[in-house]
């Protein structure tokens, strides 16, 4: 047999195609024109923006939070101080004329009043006269003081500072009868210019009014 010759493989003689020419494509691109950059200049400056009004609008929340916080417990503070002062004063006027007293919880259980049937009683005139309260507030003269400032503790939250106008109110407290001199009127009020409007009134009757055998 004749030995056939292979076609001859090698097409490094064939003309080499230029990008463009027919048959040929040009190579795929990729636009890295943004890669490696980064943000842009404008992009920080929009970032920055957002997250300082963000931090301000947190800061801001929680500045007003402390002090309705704050101010919450000012206030408490001062009406926890009327209570405790009107409560000793209605004490005052519950003991008041009291002739027997039960050790154990306090309580009277006879008044002097009851016996003053004639005119060798202390309480003989102020009965007949609806007047016991008027008596008590010049036996009492030191305890029903008017007008009187009361002291009192400012409270606010750790490390809230507590504004000079807040630590500098004072409550007044005085004391009043109506005309017939059987009820005592004791108002608590803050003067001006105080940032806080506070008046309140409570009334107290002795109890030893009530034990009066009434007048002759």
């Known amino acids: 047999m004749v030995a056939m010759p292979f076609p001859n493989m090698d097409h490094s ?25 980064g943000f842009s200049l404008i992009e920080l400056m929009l970032s920055l923006t957002f997250i300082l009004l963000s931090v301000a609008w947190v800061t801001r929340i929680t500045t007003n939070a402390q002090v309705a916080v704050r101010n919450g417990n000012l206030v408490d503070s001062i009406y926890t ?9 209605r004490k005052a006027a519950m003991d008041y004329g009291c002739a027997s007293m039960d050790a154990s919880s306090g309580d009277c259980l006879a008044y002097s009043t009851a016996s003053a049937t004639d005119a060798s009683s202390a309480f003989y ?15 009492q003269a030191s305890t ?21 106008a807040i630590s500098a109110i004072r409550i007044t407290r005085t004391i009043s009868q109506d005309s017939d001199k059987g009820r005592v009127f004791i108002t608590y009020s803050t003067a ?11 009334i107290i009757v002795p109890q030893a009014q009530a ?5 002759k």
Request: aromatic share 4%; with cysteine; glycine share 6%.
């Open 13 to 37: 003689s064939d003309t080499d195609h230029q990008p463009g020419e027919a048959g040929e494509h040009p190579p795929l691109k990729i636009n890295s024109q943004h890669q490696g950059e």
């Open 81 to 89: 101080s009327i209570n405790e002062d009107a409560d000793k004063l």
């Open 125 to 139: 005139s102020s009965c007949n006269s609806n007047s016991v309260a008027q008596k008590m507030l010049t036996d």
């Open 144 to 164: 029903f003081a008017t007008p009187f400032t009361l002291v009192w503790a400012p409270n606010a939250p750790a490390g809230v500072p507590i504004p000079t």
């Open 192 to 202: 001006a210019p105080s940032p806080l409007n506070i008046s309140v009134t409570t």
């Open 211 to 215: 034990w009066c055998p009434g007048p």
